[in-house]
């Protein structure tokens, strides 16, 4: 894994356990980079002093990408980027019943499972896990919204133009991602 755009800073690799050191990272916001045999390249994208991070990123391997792809209907654009969000009640739980809503709008969504994808659902079932294909390039604003729970970004995320959302830099060929949604 390397630090996104930042050509100076020593690449990193994952042991055993996924962990990882990164050193001399800038505290400020950017991505981290994730790549390796048979993956889909990933940036997570946060805030903060990023080497103090602790990411256990599981990176989508290229066959899964494949198969969202064919559960949505949509064939991988390189020339797009896609997303990957999820909510958590705070600790360590995934919440059902979320809808994630992008600004501007761009891409085909779909909601995981314990089935797989599917491009029907508008919201989260108790995977709380939703993605999008085929976005176009550019910053967009992700909201999320619950019938009874407030959410918000969650810590070290990049919050949007309001308190209730975050922002990601979509680019081309990668599957980007950050910190979940924290409702509560």
């Given at each position: 894994?390397?630090?996104?755009?930042?050509?100076?800073?020593?690449?990193?690799?994952?042991?055993?356990?996924?962990?990882?050191?990164?050193?001399g990272v800038p505290v400020a916001e950017g991505a981290i980079e994730f790549t390796g045999p048979s993956r889909f390249p990933s940036l997570f994208w946060g805030e903060g002093p990023m080497?103090?991070?602790?990411?256990?990123?599981?990176?989508?391997?290229?066959?899964?990408?494949?198969?969202?792809?064919?559960?949505?209907?949509?064939?991988?654009d390189d020339s797009l980027g896609h997303l990957a969000l999820a909510a958590s009640d705070g600790d360590s739980a995934l919440v059902s019943g979320v809808t994630f809503?992008?600004?501007?709008?761009?891409?085909?969504?779909?909601?995981?499972?314990?089935?797989?994808?599917?491009p029907k659902l508008t919201e989260t079932t108790q995977v709380g896990f939703a993605g999008w294909l085929n976005v176009d390039v550019g910053e967009v604003e992700i909201t999320a919204s619950h019938a009874t729970l407030t959410c918000v970004p969650g810590p070290g995320?990049?919050?949007g133009a309001t308190p209730d959302a975050l922002r990601i830099d979509v680019t081309a060929a990668y599957l980007g991602s950050t910190f979940p949604f924290v409702c509560t």
């Open positions: 894994m390397c630090v996104f755009g930042q050509a100076g800073i020593p690449c990193a690799t994952t042991d055993a356990t996924g962990a990882y050191t990164l050193m080497e103090d991070q602790v990411l256990n990123y599981n990176l989508l391997s290229t066959l899964a990408a494949a198969v969202l792809a064919v559960s949505l209907g949509e064939e991988i809503t992008m600004t501007p709008s761009s891409g085909a969504i779909g909601y995981l499972t314990p089935e797989g994808i599917d995320a990049l919050v």
